[in-house]
């Protein structure tokens, strides 16, 4: 039976009159000792109310006619009715002046009270605090060099009596500044924009606490002072790429994300989430933390009668809230998907992916349990919609959530949102295994759907400023719109424009190249190894560590410990460095090495032609996901249509709770490809430069490591087998159980044999300085 959506309106006053007057009864029996009986002020307590607060004269003049008026009234009343009728009738009067009373003032609430910075973001406060921090360092810096131009050790009263020159010594001292936080190395300023946001900040600060806004000249002069630092120290003048990204660019991306066992999670669903988080990016043109912040109180899923005519069409709305704002709130903007059916691949489908997330956390209020139960439903006749509402409680629960393993076991946190920290390592993991010359940011979103809204015809400047939530279009031309133009040629040529060719120049993948090296090799480490900063932190390890043998007090050992970290700390930001240099040298190098191959036919054009996929790999369940989300329809038909995508998101529900078993650690093993027999002498051609390269290092590398065994004092090379360590006395809790029977020399090489250990111990002395 169909449900009636409308009330009569002559119902509707009689249920509003019942109720007053229900109200009303209730009123009158309510005990007299719950009513506060004394309503009014006193004259003296008037006079000593706020002065800022006080009424004009038209406003006393009416209030007293009014009060005259309630007493004209009350006593015309008072000679009409009986007593008891006078009794209730005061009951009335106090109970309105009761519920009608104004609020009371609040001397509490001041405006001096509330945090000026408290609206803006927390990245904005730690820039903020930052700056601060700094100059708090540089006044103790000017204390110990006794400078009493200024009161130094006030912070602050310095920083009002500042000149300009002191403001620019300051900037100069931040530019060369190597330690921050917690003694943790400082990377500097790598672009002019970096040096010219911490003066923003510098400027707010000598605001807050100056009470007013600098001088322009003192603006100017410093802003000089800036353009000199910028070129004394080589800092980068020019913005970073803004390289768009495309819907052809991302599938495979997704397809990457779902197929690779190079990187592991610890549940299926953190799979899943990150997919789901590239699909909102491109199709909502929104920041990362309005994606990744989303909860399930902003998605709102209907079935919506279809304009085309046909079955109901399910339609998702994301309301994204967590958006860049500040001195006030930006109006939200909402985004409907209504569900496109026909399609090749449902990789990049979000209803498949929303709704089997949605179906794992069980968040329909309704027995919605699969999707089949979704489509045999419909719109009621006179209806346009059919709201699926989800759970109330789980309004909190965040779309892209924590996972974390707690006791050895991996948990879904609802209550949490999936970190900037794991999302940038999942996406850089999969940029290195796609071989990205640059990591994938979710900026590039931005530049890519917004350069479509600038270029589609139906969209209008507004409408997308609206979108991007930008106040006008000198935004975007600023920030967003690429600066790679391609079609020049056609513009002069009076040519249409060519449209595959603009995005395939302005691709991400335009450097892509699988071979691209993701991990550092033997050669590459051992030259990290040798770089002076490491060499000076390992022998300032190797001091504090023989100061500790001989003193072990506890205020040693705590240095002791730090240096330990920092040796760990400059070896592997050397190694990401390394790194960083390796792949980006890459890209010349081989075209040099595949451009020779080519003219020397040792490469052939079907070389490397065919990708075989790496599934035999892959466990069952993860098998059954890729082959439901990219299996190909067979027959174009609605229902087959729906089949398929039905399947989809079975899939995707039952792949959430599988267990991975985490992150890989250490470099995984090479596999040998079905082909290597084959073209195992083209290779050995092909790789002739690289294996001279190679050898000449590892000849420089071992003339380097004779030369320390010969002349260290303390060597760090073991003379018998050739192995590195970090410290002293690494190498002789090596040599004693590894080399103390041995009776030849390796390193000598004169042929000698040692029969008693003790000739052997003092030849490893007296040669080699080794000590056992």
């Known amino acids: 039976m169909a449900r009636h959506w ?30 506060t009986s004394d309503m009014d002020l006193t004259e003296s307590e008037v006079n000593t109310s706020n002065a800022d607060l006080s009424e004009t004269e038209d406003e006393i003049a009416s209030d ?8 004209e009234t009350f006593s015309n009343a008072e000679g009409s009715v009986t007593p008891s009728h006078r009794i209730s009738l005061e009951k009335v009067a106090i109970y309105k002046s009761r519920r009608y009373e104004d609020p009371s003032d609040n001397p509490t609430q001041n405006l001096s009270d509330i945090d000026p910075d408290f609206i803006k973001s927390d990245n904005t406060k730690k820039l903020q605090l930052r700056i601060v921090d700094r100059w708090h360092r540089f006044c103790k810096v000017k204390v110990k060099e006794k400078c009493r131009r200024l ?18 010594r300051f900037l100069h001292w931040c530019c060369r500044l190597q330690y921050g936080k917690d003694n943790r190395v400082c990377k500097g300023y790598g672009s002019a924009d970096s040096l010219k946001t911490d003066w923003k900040y510098l400027r707010g600060y000598y605001q807050r606490v100056k009470k007013r806004r600098m001088k322009k000249s003192m603006a100017t002069r410093l802003r000089t002072g800036i353009a000199q630092l910028i070129v004394e120290f080589n800092l980068r003048t020019q913005p970073r790429k803004n390289d768009p990204v495309y819907i052809e660019d991302m599938i495979p991306f997704n397809e990457t994300i779902l197929r690779t066992r190079e990187k592991r999670f610890y549940l299926g669903i953190q799979r899943i989430m990150l997919c789901l988080a590239l699909m909102l990016g491109l199709f909502t043109a929104s920041r990362k933390t309005a994606i990744l912040k989303l909860q399930y109180k902003h998605l709102r899923l209907s ?3 279809n304009p085309h005519g046909g079955p109901p069409v399910l339609s998702i709305d994301i309301e994204p809230e967590y958006i860049k704002q500040l001195l006030g709130t930006k109006a939200l903007n909402t985004f409907s998907f209504p569900e496109i059916i026909y399609g090749v691949s449902l990789v990049f489908s979000p209803h498949v992916f929303i709704m089997g997330l949605l179906f794992h956390a069980n968040a329909f209020q309704t027995n919605i349990k699969s999707m089949d139960d979704l489509r045999r439903l419909f719109v009621m006749r006179g209806c346009q919609q059919l709201e699926l509402p989800l759970k109330k409680e789980m309004d909190d629960y965040y779309l892209f959530c924590k996972v974390e393993e707690i006791e050895g076991e991996p948990r879904i946190i609802r209550e949490e949102p999936m970190s900037d920290g794991a999302f940038y390592a999942a ?28 270029k589609t015809g139906w969209v209008s400047d507004s409408e997308r400023n609206l979108i991007m939530n930008h106040a006008d279009t000198s935004t975007f031309l600023k920030h967003y719109r690429p600066r790679n133009h391609t079609q020049m040629q056609q513009v002069v040529f009076g040519l249409d424009a060519d449209q595959p060719w603009d995005r395939a120049l302005n691709s991400m993948n335009r450097n892509k190249d699988k071979r691209r090296p993701r991990f550092l090799d033997d050669t590459e480490k051992a030259l990290v190894e040798s770089d002076p900063e490491l060499q000076a932190a390992i022998r300032e390890l190797d001091s504090l560590q023989d100061d500790y043998e001989r003193n072990p007090i506890p205020e040693l050992a705590s240095e002791l410990a730090q240096a330990q970290g920092r040796v760990l700390n400059t070896r592997q930001r050397l190694r990401y460095k390394r790194l960083a240099q390796v792949r980006r040298d890459f890209g010349p190098k081989q075209a040099v090495i595949d451009a020779n191959g080519q003219l020397d036919g040792t490469i052939l054009p079907d070389d490397g032609a065919v990708e075989v996929l790496p599934e035999d790999d892959m466990p069952l369940q993860q098998v059954r996901l890729v082959e439901g989300l990219t299996t190909v329809p067979t027959v174009w038909t609605l229902e087959g249509e729906w089949q398929r995508r039905n399947v989809g998101v079975e899939v995707v529900t039952m792949y959430c709770d599988f267990q991975e078993g985490g992150p890989l650690r250490g470099r995984p093993k090479r596999k040998q490809n079905v082909s290597d027999d084959d073209t195992s002498k083209k290779a050995a051609k092909r790789s002739n430069n690289v294996e001279n390269d190679k050898l000449a290092i590892a000849k420089k590398k071992h003339e380097q490591d004779q030369k320390h065994v010969k002349t260290a004092r303390k060597p760090l090379i073991c003379f018998q087998c050739g192995k590195k360590f970090s410290q002293h006395q690494s190498l002789l809790r090596h040599f004693r159980p590894k080399h103390l029977n041995d009776q030849m020399c390796n390193f000598c090489a004169d042929g000698k044999e040692y029969l008693e ?15 056992t």
């Open 757 to 771: 250990q003790m000739h052997w111990q003092n030849h490893a002395a007296a040669v080699h300085r080794l000590n």
């Open 151 to 168: 009161n130094w050790s006030k912070p602050e009263a310095a920083l009002r009596r500042a000149s300009a020159d002191w403001l620019y």
């Open 64 to 71: 007293t006619a009014l009060i005259k008026l309630k007493d």
């Open 303 to 305: 079935l919506q009668r």
């Open 6 to 35: 409308y009330h009569d309106s002559d119902n509707s006053d009689k249920d509003r009159s019942s109720t007053e007057s229900d109200s009303s009864d209730t009123d009158l029996t309510e005990p007299e000792d719950e009513i």
């Open 427 to 454: 996406i850089k993991s999969i940029s290195f295994i796609m071989g990205l010359l640059n990591v994938f940011f979710f900026h590039q979103f931005r530049y890519g759907t917004g350069k479509l809204l600038d």
